[in-house]
Structures are given as structure tokens and as C-alpha cells.
T-cell receptor, first 115, second 114 residues
Framework: GAVVSQHPSWVICKSGTSVKIECRSL??????MFWYRQFPKQSLMLMAT?????????EQGVEKDKFLINHASLTLSTLTVTSAHPEDSSFYIC???????????FGDGTRLSIL | DQQVKQNSPSLSVQEGRISILNCDYT??????FLWYKKYPAEGPTFLIS?????DKNEDGRFTVFLNKSAKHLSLHIVPSQPGDSAVYFC?????????????FGQGTTLQVKP
């Protein structure tokens, strides 16, 4: 099946640090990648939609200057959490998408802990 | 406004029995539905999907049923195995426009007891 690689899987860093998370589709070209955030025991919350070669579309309430998204190619999207603070600590998950009648495939997520 | 709802936060079944997970939706534009399985600290794994032109899709032990008039879908797992214990999310999408955007339910934690 389709494989999506997300790196790193776990990050612990100090408050004020910027953290970059990579999402790669390994065996298909993803027209779109999505970034989600999950709080403990809650559902996945869509943060933004990332299309190759264009600006990301952010969901309401998500700060685009805080969560920078770059979609450099059809197989790579990055999420940078800028000047991270403890409230940014969460589980971040990416997914890659090819077309409407096909399932999204998810990475294994990144656990971000800001001290 | 919760467009996709899983009203049962948890479900416990005995190994070998059937597990039935339910999901309701409100948006009539949704025409593609999926079930994902998720373990803690991992990304969701795709299980099975169904298009709105069908009312049933089967893949091994997993069957998804869709009732469009009731805006309801369900996932049946039979026979249930201890390894099926996980959180199950249903998700819905409107494929018109091909954005791929999924709306997730809140999840149901399934526990299969040996």
C-alpha cells in the first residue's frame, strides 16, 4: 500500500525554538498533503491543506505565521512550528492525497513537546 | 457544527464476536466515506472505504454499510480479534472539486477481550 513517511517522530525542545516536520509520500505523487493536529483523546483536527507549488490553505483559527507550510514537490511537504511554546505541544500528523475517490494515507505522526 | 459524529466513545466485545461501529453524518454533499484504525502515537491506517453509489463494501473481516437516506454508516468486524483493539475513526469527503478534504468523527475506542 501507499507509504507516507513523517520525520521526526518525536521532538523535545525549549520554548522559543522553531521545529520543522517533514512529510514525504514514498511511492506516489501526492497532489495535496494535509496537516492535522491531535490532542489527547480527541479527533484529528485539520490545520491546513498543502498543494505543491502554491500557498497552503489554513483552516479557521490556525495561525499561518505560526505554522509555516512549504510544499516543495509532489512528494514533500514541511510544517515549521515557529517560536514554539508549551501550548504548541501536540501530536502532528500529515497525510498525502492523490485524487478524490482514493483514501488519504497518513504518516506516523510527530510528538512535539515544548518545555 | 459536527458534520461527522461517532456517538459511542467506546465499545467492548468478546473475541470471536461481531464488532459494530457506527457513524452519522449531516452533510448531504458527502459521497465518499472511510474508516481508519489508529493506535496511540501512530498515524491512522486506512481500513476500508465506500462510495455513495454503493450500500455495502466488504474486505475480509471488515464490511462497511452505508444508508444514505439515514445518513448513517457502520463498520462490521467479524470475527473480532484482540489485535483489532484500537481507536476507529470514520471520515467523510465530498469528492466534487477533488480537494480530498476529510472530515473526521470523534473516534470510537474498541476493546476486544480474549
Amino acid at each position: 500500500g501507499a507509504v507516507v513517511s513523517q520525520h521526526p517522530s518525536w521532538v523535545i525542545c525549549k520554548s522559543g525554538t522553531s521545529v520543522k516536520i517533514e512529510c514525504r509520500s514514498l511511492d506516489f505523487q501526492a497532489t495535496t498533503m494535509f496537516w492535522y493536529r491531535q490532542f489527547p483523546k480527541q479527533s484529528l483536527m485539520l490545520m491546513a491543506t498543502s498543494n505543491e507549488g502554491s500557498k497552503a490553505t489554513y483552516e479557521q483559527g490556525v495561525e499561518k505565521d505560526k505554522f509555516l507550510i512549504n510544499h516543495a514537490s509532489l512528494t514533500l511537504s514541511t510544517l515549521t512550528v515557529t517560536s514554539a511554546h508549551p501550548e504548541d505541544s501536540s501530536f502532528y500528523i500529515c497525510s498525502a492525497f492523490y485524487r478524490g475517490d482514493q483514501p488519504q494515507h497518513f504518516g506516523d505522526g510527530t510528538r512535539l513537546s515544548i518545555l | 457544527d459536527q458534520q461527522v459524529k461517532q456517538n459511542s466513545p467506546s465499545l467492548s466485545v468478546q473475541e470471536g464476536r461481531i464488532s459494530i461501529l457506527n457513524c452519522d453524518y449531516t452533510n448531504s454533499m458527502f459521497d465518499y466515506f472511510l474508516w481508519y484504525k489508529k493506535y496511540p502515537a501512530e498515524g491512522p491506517t486506512f481500513l476500508i472505504s465506500i462510495s455513495s453509489i454503493k450500500d455495502k463494501n466488504e474486505d475480509g473481516r471488515f464490511t462497511v454499510f452505508l444508508n444514505k437516506s439515514a445518513k448513517h454508516l457502520s463498520l462490521h468486524i467479524v470475527p473480532s480479534q484482540p489485535g483489532d483493539s484500537a481507536v476507529y475513526f470514520c471520515a467523510a469527503s465530498a469528492t466534487y472539486g477533488n480537494t480530498g478534504k476529510l472530515i473526521f468523527g470523534q473516534g470510537t475506542t474498541l476493546q476486544v477481550k480474549p
